[in-house]
């Protein structure tokens, strides 16, 4: 079992960065792929990007892609996702989610996922 806390959002300007964690809980989250969502008032929770939990292999949505990073350090048990050249079109809830997939499986439906965080804001300013 995995329990997920996100942190780090926050209120930043268009074109500023912020780095989100994601603390897990339990023995074992080396075993797991972990990904991140979000979700903005009235739309549907969407896939951000991810990371295995072998190869560290990335794979991102092409809306983030070159603007956002995942990375895991698996001796803490943590994951992030560092934002950079933020947009008003980010702004939303955040979500960190795990899945026991194998590190080839690059699934990013949203129902794939069976471990949810609270979720952490980030609102982009214009």
């Known amino acids: 079992q995995v329990q997920l806390v996100e942190s780090g959002g926050g209120l930043v300007q268009q074109g500023g960065s912020l780095r989100l964690s994601c603390k897990a809980s339990?023995?074992?989250?080396?075993?797991?792929?972990m990904a991140w969502f979000h979700q903005a008032p009235g739309k549907e929770r969407e896939f951000v990007g991810a990371?295995?939990?072998?190869?560290?292999?990335?794979d991102y949505a092409d809306s983030v892609k070159g603007r956002f990073t995942i990375d895991r350090d698996n001796a803490k048990n943590t994951v992030y996702l560092q934002m950079n050249d933020l947009k008003p079109d980010d702004t939303a809830l955040y979500y960190c989610?795990?899945?026991?997939?194998?590190?080839?499986?690059?699934?990013?439906?949203?129902?794939?996922?069976?471990?949810w965080g609270q979720g952490t804001q980030v609102t982009v300013s214009s």
């Open positions: 990371i295995d939990w072998s190869f560290h292999t990335t």
């Open positions: 989610a795990a899945a026991q997939l194998s590190a080839w499986d690059t699934r990013r439906a949203a129902g794939s996922y069976t471990h």
């Open positions: 339990g023995r074992t989250f080396n075993s797991y792929r």
